[in-house]
């Protein structure tokens, strides 16, 4: 069973050029990352370094952990792993960024076109007040003469 | 070990276990119940970096600026040395496949030491952080100005640099097992099921390095 390219039992042994060439990879990645937080991206910045770290990780499970050989289950196993990370992130995520900003003065979370809004009501009920008030006075004048 | 005298070595490993059917279910075996462990371990560290994000997100003024307290040049070397060290696992798991006894030996012991250099960078770390008063929580005392919520950015960072930590000690506690075992050459190329799920192990800490370096070291 045992043959230059597989062990007794039967499993993939990789090249040693495989490991060197991926480690390289790996460097040159870990560059990238670097210059990617350097290199003003603006918002991209962060997606990017993402991707980035994602090579790397990819890199590292495909050929050193040797999935790409491996029996597919393992591949599940992992990959639904990460699934549920992503159920986890996505509805975290979309929670804590869809909240206005944190508002110590009124004690809870709001957002700021509610506090316009409220604001602007209540102006306008003051302003109404105020022209109410006027002309029942005008009127009690108008009264007491 | 459980090999009677009246069982004469039938050609098969002396770690075989009669369980199986053979040696090669053995290590299939062996293999998933490393990978399930690993998928565990995805969701472990995936609750700090919720945390991570969380927190960036309510205070990315913080964020901006207290990661500079840390020193990306020293991350970065904890990268390479981890990435490096995954490589000579993955050299000693092939040198195992390949009969390889004293490479084996030698790969493990690079790994250890990488795993150590890993460990003394990140000792002066905190250190540093230690004596500037860069806290997690109520023992931040930082006398600097780092707007927002500078305790909550260094809880995260202690947490999940600390539990990495916690993670690379084990591991070379375990290398250091499998480095014993190795140099008595009970690993070849029909058993080396440690060495191969120690590696799974380890390629995954330094995967969440991978992660934890730009996240921590390198926001923008």
């Keep these: 069973m045992a043959d230059a390219h597989h062990d007794e039992l039967g499993a993939h042994i990789s090249p040693l050029q495989t490991y060197f060439a991926v480690f390289g990879a790996l460097l040159v990645f870990t560059v990238l990352t670097y210059a990617v937080s350097l290199a003003d991206l603006g918002p991209f910045a962060f997606p990017i370094a993402m991707v980035v770290a994602f090579c790397k990780a990819f890199l590292v499970a495909t050929f050193f952990m040797h999935l790409k050989y491996d029996e597919r289950f393992n591949v599940v196993v992992f990959v639904s792993s990460l699934f549920f990370v992503s159920v986890f992130a996505f509805f975290t995520i979309i929670d804590v960024t869809g909240r206005g900003a944190l508002r110590p003065e009124e004690g809870y979370y709001v957002f700021q076109e509610e506090l316009d809004a409220i604001a602007a009501m209540e102006a306008a009920a003051a302003a109404e007040e105020a022209t109410a008030a006027g002309e029942e006075e005008a009127e009690a004048d108008d009264d007491d003469h | ?220």
């Design chain 2, 1 to 220: 070990m459980g090999h009677a005298a009246d069982h004469a070595h039938s050609g098969h490993s002396p770690f075989f276990q009669h369980h199986f059917i053979d040696m090669r279910q053995q290590a299939s075996s062996a293999k998933l119940g490393m990978w399930l462990f690993l998928a565990q371990e995805v969701l472990f560290f995936s609750v700090l970096f919720m945390a991570y994000f969380i927190f960036r997100t309510l205070y990315p003024e913080t964020w901006l600026v207290a990661h500079y307290k840390l020193d990306a040049a020293l991350g970065g070397l904890n990268t390479v040395v981890l990435l490096f060290s995954s490589l000579t696992m993955a050299l000693a798991v092939r040198a195992a496949q390949v009969n390889a006894k004293k490479q084996q030996v030698i790969m493990l012991a690079v790994t250890i030491a990488c795993a150590f250099v890993f460990l003394v960078v990140k000792y002066f770390e905190y250190m540093s952080k230690i004596g500037k008063g860069l806290l997690p929580g109520n023992l931040y005392s930082y006398s600097g100005d780092i707007p927002g919520a500078p305790e909550l950015f260094f809880t995260v960072y202690f947490c999940m640099t600390g539990l990495h930590g916690i993670h690379v000690v084990a591991g070379i506690i375990v290398l250091f097992w499998l480095l014993i075992r190795a140099g008595k050459g009970h690993f070849n190329s029909g058993y080396y099921s440690p060495m191969e799920n120690v590696g799974l192990y380890w390629h995954l800490v330094d995967l969440v390095w991978i992660f934890l370096f730009p996240l921590l070291y390198l926001v923008k």
